[in-house]
């Protein structure tokens, strides 16, 4: 019988006041997701503080430490060599107080930044940096050096000015001062060199992986497993209804994060109903398989902050709709550790 498991990136949350001290996912009646776990296997799984580490564990049984520019590097194609270090970089604004991550980028600003970037390049000219742009100033970059510079890492603002940029210092502050504060703040770097070339447990050696995350991608490049990519969560569910047919799939839905990040809880809600909603209308698609639920970790809706907590899943046999006793959420009781997740979901 052959698996979805669905992956609601940072769907787990704190209890937020507009909800009447619920979390989104405790809020709202998901006559889907609701179903498999009231039938199925219902529990929670360790959290981990970036989706590409909780991936590497869930796939393979093991807690790797891969670092996120080499995982980005890999899901994007991008060519890295010996001697070289792959970064990941995201939009900041630094200011008097620090430096803030920046999670809204306008296609006009995001043209502007990406102007101004290359026009700075020349100031790591003895780095042969190169670039990889792929959204909302986002992207990686990957400069010949064996050096690995230690960056904040996002979410969380950095207080005062006493972060050290190295070699990077000149170019990320020349950036912001063209564009009143906004630059971009590599990080997450990493070397070839330094990485194991793991494997995914027996049972997921065959699953095809669709995202449009080069996070999500890269790890699926990394452990050799075969990959989709798609625009958005709705032509991701498309693709992952029809491989369900001939193979286990894994449909990362990254809007759950990325709204949250944006201190936007109603319409964290409203896309957590939409994805509910929508595997109701494809239910026929999914009869005579499973499905499956995972959650990454939490993102708080108040702060943008990334939550250390228990995170819920659960897995069950596609059926007709029940009467629903269980609601997923953060409340489950039950614990099962997450490197033995993946194996348990498809053995179910």
Partial sequence: MNTLIILLDGAADEKIPELGGRTPLESIDKQFIDSIATQGDFGTTDGRPYTHLFLLEFFTGQPLQTPRGLVEALGLGVPVEPHHVAYRFSPVRMTDGGIEWVYRVSREMNDELQQCVVKNLDVLGDLNPKLYFYE??????????????????????????????????????????????????????GAITNVDRPRAVDPAKDMVVISKSPSALGVAGLLNLRRRVVDNMWSGFQEAFRLLKTSNVFMHVEETDDISHRLAPDQKVSLLKEVDDLLVENMDRMLGYKVAFVVDHGTSSLTGQHLKMPVPYAVGEVARPCQRTVRFSETAVKHRPLGDLMTSILDH
């Fill in 136 to 189: 909302d100033g986002r992207g990686v970059m990957t400069v010949d050096t064996d050096h690995v510079q230690q960056f904040p890492n996002p979410p969380a603002p950095v207080s005062g000015n006493g972060t050290s940029l190295g070699e990077f210092k000149k170019f990320i502050t020349g950036i912001a001062k063209e564009l009143d504060g906004l630059t971009v703040m590599p990080w997450g770097g």
